[in-house]
């Protein structure tokens, strides 16, 4: 069983339905991300837990009990906001003491615990400090202290990265996961972008228009997404249109061997390959290639070389690593694509 | 600190703008000081006679205190009843709010002889015994300053990030405590700043006090207005200089609070 549940859970706002019946299972101590595009629902959904909008229809469960009617301040779950809503009338050690002063603790205990959660977040010395005296990372920084100082049982993260610069979010994202890690904490992450959610969650759930498309881990939702709005919002990819057929999909006049390709004979569907995954060579005897094709265009990007190839109407994009030992190949050439049968993938 | 120039055209239109605001006020402080007979300008040589008359004039110290009795009490009420209906105007997402602003703020566009001719034609008609009490002009101000207190705590809310309530809330305070822990100092200045506007407004306040005050409780501008009236003489516009002191002196006192706190908030960030 779950340690967070939602059951059932709809949130409406006037006609419009922001979260669909949706049900969730989310375990102790995992990290959990709610990955889409905006106006998916994921905000909606972590407001909702946190208890700052009530669901219109089912309910949410921690540890078992029941906190659909309960107020924000009798859930102990935390929240970190995208703009980290850090009290500007306070010093940062009043922010950061706040959930202690309300909970009613001693003095020392409260000047401890705040020094240690400074110093657990690196910015010992910060505490006079007024907010606008601090960087979008020290903020970042005292939001998160302010959040686990009070031990909360979950932790909430409204994308905590998207108000920094990307060399920023990139240090982070790691050190976010660290501290997760050990505290050891339930966390559940809403962002947009799917390279934070791969980087750093144990399971990621894929939303669109209200409704959780797909939940799994961060390779499982790479590499075998259920559907093509996955896998185009995750990731770059080739979908290549085709038929099922016995042994897999035939795009053009050649059959692919796919994992998921489970249908009726005929139908219509797309072969993900990722562009990473392609191995591009000159047309020789020998293996037999997945398909073959020409250059259409070749671009240039330092650590890789990106390749536009045609192949019977379609194009087919692939990233192939800028080492001096792999041929070049000019575009008009005619090639072979490679990949491992399990790279292809059949999606409706 | 770059030095910033203003071009000499604007200069001159505002020393203009601010002669022509200014002027009248100048006036009425000369006139006060006059040492003749009567209310001219310029004045006939310069004296505190007329000074001294005012303080020693009943009718308008008793008035002056009433109007400052009433303006304070009216600050109160209208400070607390304005700030209360900016939160609901800002929180609320009911049909109609819009309206509900409009019709709130209504006070202030609608012209004060009607404001005042209805109240009083309503506490005649419905027999409540508020006509001519201190009661009754005081529903008047509140009726009028509060729309300033809606209008200046409305446009601190609107900056207000309401985020902060909601972190205050998930850390473990009620809505009471987040409210007076979080919202309410990040939305004092606009307090602040609204109920020295009452204040003012209803100090100041005439025609809604023409219909509204009785005569053994009269409202300084009304004192002065029933004075001008019979005789003309400058004991008026004395009363006038102790009024535009008292507004001023609310108005620096305010601009120190407020300043004084910026300036502090200067000083840590200089640190």
């Known amino acids: 069983m779950g340690f967070v549940q939602f059951k059932g859970v709809t949130k409406t706002f006037g006609k419009s339905v922001a979260v669909d019946t949706m049900d969730l299972d989310i375990a102790r101590g995992e990290f959990f991300s709610l990955l889409g595009p905006s106006g998916c629902g994921k905000s909606t959904t972590l407001r909702m837990l946190a208890g700052f909008v009530a669901p219109s229809t089912g309910s949410i469960h921690v540890h078992g009990r029941d906190i659909t009617r309960l107020p924000p301040e009798a859930r102990d779950i935390g929240i970190v906001f995208q703009n980290y809503a850090i009290f500007p009338h306070m010093t940062v050690f009043d922010n950061i003491a706040f959930g202690l002063v309300e909970r009613g603790e001693n003095r020392a205990d409260i000047k401890r615990k705040v020094d240690a959660a400074l110093d657990q977040v690196g910015l010992g010395g910060f505490g006079e400090r007024f907010e606008r005296q601090l960087s979008g990372g020290q903020k970042q920084r005292v939001a998160l202290a302010r959040v686990l100082v009070i031990e909360p049982e979950i932790l909430l993260l409204d994308e905590p990265l998207s108000a920094l610069d990307k060399k920023m979010r990139e240090e982070m994202k790691f050190w976010i996961k660290n501290i997760q890690k050990s505290v050891g904490i339930t966390t559940i992450y809403v962002t947009h972008d799917q390279s934070e959610a791969l980087t750093m969650s144990d399971r990621i759930a894929v939303m669109n228009q209200g409704r959780i498309l797909q939940v799994g881990s961060p390779v499982e939702i790479y590499e075998r997404p259920n559907s093509r709005f996955i896998a185009e919002f995750i990731g770059e990819s080739n979908l290549l249109s085709g038929r099922l057929t016995a042994g897999g999909v035939r795009v053009g006049d050649t059959v692919v061997p796919a994992a998921q390709a489970q249908g009726a004979d005929g139908a219509e569907v797309a072969l993900l390959i990722r562009p990473e995954q392609i191995r591009l060579e000159p047309v020789t005897e020998g293996e037999a290639p997945m398909l073959t094709g020409r250059v259409a265009d070749e671009v240039y990007q330092g650590a890789l070389r990106r390749y536009q190839v045609e192949t019977g109407g379609q194009t087919v994009t692939v990233e192939v690593p800028n080492r001096p030992d792999l041929a070049q190949l000019p575009p008009g050439a005619e090639v072979a694509l490679y990949w491992t049968p399990e790279s292809g993938v059949a999606l409706r | ?271």
């Open chain 2, 1 to 271: 600190m770059t030095e910033r120039r203003i071009p000499l055209v604007l200069a001159i239109l505002a020393i203009l703008g601010f002669a022509y605001m200014l002027l009248p006020i100048v006036v009425v402080v000369l006139a006060g000081l006059t040492a003749g007979e009567f209310l001219t300008f310029p004045p006939q040589g310069l004296s505190l006679r007329w000074v001294a008359a005012f303080l020693s004039s009943e009718k308008y110290l008793s008035s002056f205190f009433f109007s400052f009795k009433l303006a304070l009490m009216t600050m109160i009420v209208s400070t607390i009843l304005g700030t209360a209906a900016a939160l609901f105007l800002s929180r609320t997402n009911m049909v109609g709010r819009a309206a509900m602003r409009a019709f709130f703020l209504s006070p202030v566009v609608l012209p004060g002889v009607v404001v005042g001719f209805a109240l009083f034609a309503f506490y005649i008609s419905t027999g409540i015994g508020l006509s001519r009490t201190i009661w009754g002009l005081w529903i008047g101000h509140i009726l009028y300053s509060t729309p300033y207190v809606i209008g200046t705590v409305g446009a601190a809310l609107a900056a207000y990030d309401t985020s902060l309530e909601e972190a205050a809330r998930s850390l473990g305070a009620s809505p009471w405590r987040a409210f007076r822990k979080v919202t309410l100092p990040n939305i004092s200045q606009g307090i602040q700043a609204g109920s020295i506007f009452a204040f003012i407004v209803s100090f100041g306040q005439f025609e809604v006090s023409l219909f509204l005050s009785s005569p053994n409780s009269e409202p300084l501008p009304i004192a002065m207005y029933n004075s001008l009236r019979y005789q003309f003489d400058p004991s008026a516009a004395a009363a006038g200089i102790f009024a535009i002191t008292l507004v001023i002196a609310s108005v620096l006192l305010t601009n120190r609070l407020v300043n004084l706190r910026t300036l502090l908030e200067r000083r840590q960030d200089g640190s």
